[in-house]
C-alpha cells in the first residue's frame, strides 16, 4: 500500500541523491511512518535525513534530535566496549570467560572462550529456565542465572544467535574488568568524549526524545505458522525467553533498563558515528579510539554456517566476527563481502566498510517482521553503494 511522502529535511550531497530517493520511497511503499539515515564517507556526513512522525497518532515530528530503541543494532556498541578493552591489554578474546568472571564456569563452561562469547559461539543464546521481563531488567538475577547455565551446544562448535543473552555475557566481562555496565563505561570512553547520540538505555531526562515504536502489521502466512511450529527448544530460549517487542520497548522501566544487546537509543547519526569508528579503523572525531589491528579484529570470521537460532530465516549460511556480522556472499551489508554490521530487530542497522570508508546508520519506529534484511534496508543500500 501506498502513502503520503513527509516532509523529508536535513541535507544529501547531490551525488547521492538516489540515497534520498530510496529513504522518500520507504515511506511511500515500504510503510515507514518516522525514521532517519545517515551516510557517511571518510568521517563526513553525506547523507543526513530524517522525516516522519515520533509516534502512532502522528501528531509528533520526527526530528533532528529524535532518538529511537534501536534493538540488536545496540550489539555493535557493545562490541566495542570489548574491542576496547581487548585493545589495552585488559582482555584477552582467547582467554577463558571465567578468568575475569569465575562464577562463569558453572556447568562445564570453564573453557569458553571470551572470543566465543562475541562470536556467538558460548552455546548461551537464551535461559534454560523461564526468564520474565523484570529478570531481565535485574542485571544481577540475568547474569547469576546465565552463569549457572548448561550450554544448549558444544561450545565453539556452531553459531547461535544470543539475542539477549550477548549483552548480557559481554557486558559482564566489561563490568568484571572496569566496574561499570557497558553503559557507563561506553559513554565514559566513547560518546561521551566524541559527542556520539548513542545511550544504551535511555537517560530519564531524555524521555520527551524518544519515538514510540510501532509494532508490525503483519499477517501470519501458513508458511510462517509452519515455521514457528517447528522452533527448537534453542531458538525459543533465544527469540521468546522472554518475549519482548514494541509495547514493552516504550516503556520506562524497559527504557531505565541495562539490556546490551537490545535496548540501545540513538539518531541515525549516532548510529553512522559509532560504526564509523569500525569503518575508520579505529579513527572518529579526529582522536584514535582502537588501533588499527583492533579496529580490524572485530571483523575476524569465525567460520560460516548456518545458525542455530535464525538459520531458517536467512535461508543461507552466515558468519560473525568478534562482534559484528560480516556481508559475505550474500551482501547481507552491501557488495563488499568484508563490510560488516547489525541489525536490529525491525528494521534499524548500522553498517561498516573500511575500504569504502563508510559507514551507514538507519532507525525508525514502525517495525518490519524481519530481525535482519529488512526491504528497507536494502534500498538504502542499494542506493548508498550506486553512488560510491
Given amino acids: 500500500m501506498t502513502q503520503l511522502i513527509p516532509r523529508v529535511e536535513g541535507h544529501c550531497d547531490d551525488r547521492f541523491a538516489a540515497v534520498r ?55 555493535g556498541a557493545t562490541a566495542l566496549c570489548a574491542h576496547l578493552l581487548i585493545d589495552r591489554g585488559l582482555l584477552d ?41 523484570d529478570l531481565l531488567y535485574d542485571w544481577e538475577s540475568t547474569t547469576s542465572r546465565l552463569a549457572a547455565t548448561e550450554p ?44 556520539i547520540d548513542f545511550t544504551i538505555g535511555l537517560p530519564e531526562g531524555e524521555a520527551h ?11 501470519v502466512t501458513p508458511e510462517q505458522a509452519a515455521r514457528y511450529a517447528g522452533l ?5 530460549a533465544a527469540l521468546a525467553n522472554p518475549v519482548t517487542g514494541a509495547a514493552d520497548a516504550n516503556t520506562a522501566a524497559w527504557r531505565a533498563a541495562e539490556i546490551p544487546a537490545a535496548n540501545g537509543h540513538a539518531t541515525a547519526r549516532g548510529v553512522a558515528e559509532l560504526y564509523g569508528i569500525f569503518a575508520g579503523r579505529g ?17 575476524e570470521g569465525q567460520g560460516s554456517c548456518r545458525d542455530l537460532v535464525l538459520g531458517a530465516g536467512f535461508g543461507h549460511d552466515t558468519e560473525a566476527g568478534l562482534g559484528l556480522w560480516l556481508s ?45 534484511d529488512d526491504p528497507r534496508k536494502a534500498a538504502l543500500l542499494d542506493a548508498v553503494y550506486g553512488a560510491l
Fill in 209 to 219: 526524545r524518544a519515538a514510540e515504536l510501532i509494532g508490525p502489521a503483519v499477517e
Fill in 232 to 236: 527448537t527448544p534453542v531458538m525459543l
Fill in 21 to 75: 530517493a530510496a529513504f522518500e520511497r520507504n515511506f511511500r511503499d515500504r510503510g515507514d511512518v518516522g525514521a532517519a539515515v545517515t551516510v557517511r564517507v571518510e568521517g563526513r556526513a553525506v547523507v543526513d535525513l530524517w522525516g516522519g512522525w515520533a509516534d502512532a497518532a502522528r501528531d509528533r515530528p520526527w526530528t533532528r534530535e529524535t532518538v529511537v530503541n534501536v534493538w540488536s543494532t545496540t550489539k
Fill in 93 to 133: 578474546p582467547d582467554a577463558p570467560v571465567a578468568a575475569y568472571w569465575p562464577e562463569f564456569a558453572a556447568a562445564g563452561k570453564e573453557a569458553v572462550t571470551v572470543r566465543q562469547l562475541l562470536a556467538h559461539r558460548a552455546g548461551l543464546a537464551g535461559p534454560r529456565e523461564p526468564h520474565s521481563l
Fill in 283 to 299: 579513527r572518529a572525531g579526529g582522536r584514535r579510539v582502537l588501533s588499527p589491528r583492533t579496529a580490524e579484529l572485530v571483523r
Fill in 152 to 195: 544448549w551446544w558444544e561450545p565453539g562448535t556452531g553459531s547461535g544467535y544470543h539475542a539477549l543473552t550477548y549483552g548480557f555475557l559481554v557486558g559482564e566481562v566489561v563490568r568484571r574488568i572496569t566496574g561499570l555496565l557497558p553503559g557507563a563505561f561506553l559513554r565514559r570512553e566513547v560518546t561521551g568524549p566524541l559527542g
Fill in 328 to 372: 559475505g556472499p550474500h551482501g547481507m551489508y552491501g557488495p563488499n563481502p568484508r563490510a560488516f554490521g547489525h541489525d536490529g530487530a525491525g528494521g534499524s542497522f548500522g553498517l561498516a566498510d573500511p575500504e569504502a570508508a563508510l559507514s551507514v546508520g538507519y532507525v525508525m519506529n514502525r517495525m518490519g517482521p524481519h530481525i535482519a
